[in-house]
Structure formats: structure tokens, C-alpha cells
């Protein structure tokens, strides 16, 4: 079954760190493009940051400079470090790839920064 499972959220304050993980099932990570998505109550979902297949990586411009997305294929992982947190980033986060299968949204995990 194709799964995904978020991890690594927490309440941090302002300018702190997080590293999230997004544990992937069988080849999700080597032939799909993947992304960290966020929402936050009442706010439309984001996709805040992208790396592909070839490992190109992109970022939502709130994000860039702050956050760092990876995967490690041997641990069917994928990573979003978190730098310099703001209030603003407070969400919920979701991995999935993208294009967005809704198919196999996860729990996700929360992120709360107090300011």
C-alpha cells in the first residue's frame, strides 16, 4: 500500500529549528517529484517547497533561505529542515508528490511557532 507518514513536528519558539520527516513507501521517492505542503486553519494549502526526481529543489519565496528539503532513497525519506522559524509558519505539513495525489495524504504533523 502506498503510504506516507509525516513526522518531526513540535511548538518551538520564534527563530528555532525543526527537521521533519516523511517516511515513503516502496519507489514513491525515486519516480515521483515530491513537496512539503502546509495549511494552516482557515488558510488556503501551500506548497512551500519541491525537489524532483533529479533532486532539483524549489521553494516558495516566504520559505527560501529558511528551509531545506531532502531525501535519502536508501531510508525512503524525505526531510524538510526548518531554519528561523517565524509565527507565520505554524501549519500543518504534509509530504506528497507533486502533482498532489490526494490519495495518499498522511497525517501530517504540526508545527507551532510561538512568537
Known amino acids: 500500500q502506498v503510504q506516507l507518514v509525516e513526522s518531526g513536528g513540535g511548538l518551538v519558539q520564534a527563530g528555532g529549528s525543526l527537521r521533519l520527516s516523511c517516511a515513503a513507501s516502496?519507489?514513491?521517492?525515486?519516480?515521483?517529484?515530491m513537496g512539503w505542503y502546509r495549511q494552516a486553519p482557515g488558510q488556503q494549502r501551500e506548497l512551500v517547497a519541491t525537489?524532483?526526481?533529479?533532486?532539483?529543489?524549489n521553494y516558495v519565496d516566504s520559505v527560501k533561505g529558511r528551509f531545506t528539503i531532502s531525501k535519502d532513497y536508501a531510508a525512503k525519506t524525505m526531510y524538510l529542515q526548518m531554519n528561523g522559524l517565524r509565527p507565520e509558519d505554524t501549519a500543518v505539513y504534509y509530504c506528497?508528490?507533486?502533482?498532489?495525489?490526494?490519495?495518499?495524504w498522511g497525517q501530517g504533523t504540526q508545527v507551532t511557532v510561538s512568537s
Open positions: 506528497n508528490t507533486v502533482p498532489l495525489e490526494s490519495r495518499i
Open positions: 516502496g519507489t514513491i521517492l525515486s519516480f515521483n517529484d
Open positions: 525537489i524532483t526526481v533529479g533532486e532539483t529543489t
